[in-house]
T-cell receptor
């Protein structure tokens, strides 16, 4: 079945560092890909998405490119802030309507 | 505008009791989903409703779990004879039409603790 594997955490960085959180997937067909974020004490929020190969999703300085050849959707940000501290989830949506999530990566940014 | 709302925000119950969790989706959204977030299993799909179609129940972990959606809007997730392994955060989400590219918007969740 469909699955998502993402970089294990926790990840700790200093402010203004470059961030990459790796995400790879296994799916039949051509899924849509998503990154969701869960800030402390808050619910899941969509961060960005891409619905076809080579699409780039972007939001709040974060980017991820749908790479069909490597079945990847890595999340990147050039300069992280303390306010980016959260848990990040990579997810896919294939033929079924449900979202399939990775295990989540906890990110902590130190000032 | 109003997002997805869930109630209660926290529920503590004793093993063996039944519980009901409520979800109010975003107005006009035809698709509604329930997920469960637990330490051991991560985020898991439970059930999906789309309009008047039969729900996709493929994620329900046992027959103690059931859900209904009345009038195409509010949904209730019921867990009968709760067990300690049912302790988790139960998340509801809705989307406009349920299409593959539609964004699912999540509620704040109900934290269930079974003693």
């Amino acid at each position: 079945g469909d699955s998502v594997t993402q970089m294990e955490g926790p990840v700790t960085l200093s402010e203004e560092a470059f961030l990459t959180i790796n995400c790879t997937y296994t799916a039949t067909g051509y899924p849509s890909l998503f990154w969701y974020v869960q800030y402390p004490g808050e619910g899941l929020q969509l961060l960005l998405k891409a619905t076809k190969a080579d699409d780039k999703g972007s939001n709040k300085g974060f980017e991820a490119t749908y790479r069909k050849e490597t079945t990847s959707f890595h999340l990147e940000k050039g300069s992280v802030q303390v306010s980016d501290s959260a848990v990040y989830f990579c997810a896919l949506r294939g033929g079924a309507q449900k979202l399939v999530f990775g295990q989540g990566t906890r990110l902590t940014i130190n000032p | 505008g109003a997002g997805v709302s869930q109630s209660p925000s926290n529920k503590v119950t004793e093993k063996g009791k039944d519980v009901e969790l409520r979800c109010d989706p975003i107005s006009g959204h035809t698709a509604l989903y329930w997920y469960r977030q637990s330490l051991g299993q991560g985020l898991e799909f439970l059930i999906y409703f789309q309009g008047n179609s039969a729900p996709d129940k493929s994620g329900l972990p046992s027959d103690r779990f059931s859900a209904e959606r009345t009038g195409g809007s509010v949904s209730t997730l019921t867990i009968q004879r709760t067990q300690q392994e049912d302790s988790a955060v139960y998340l509801c989400a809705s989307s406009l039409r349920g299409g593959a590219t539609d964004t699912q918007y999540f509620g704040p969740g109900t934290r269930l603790t079974v003693l």
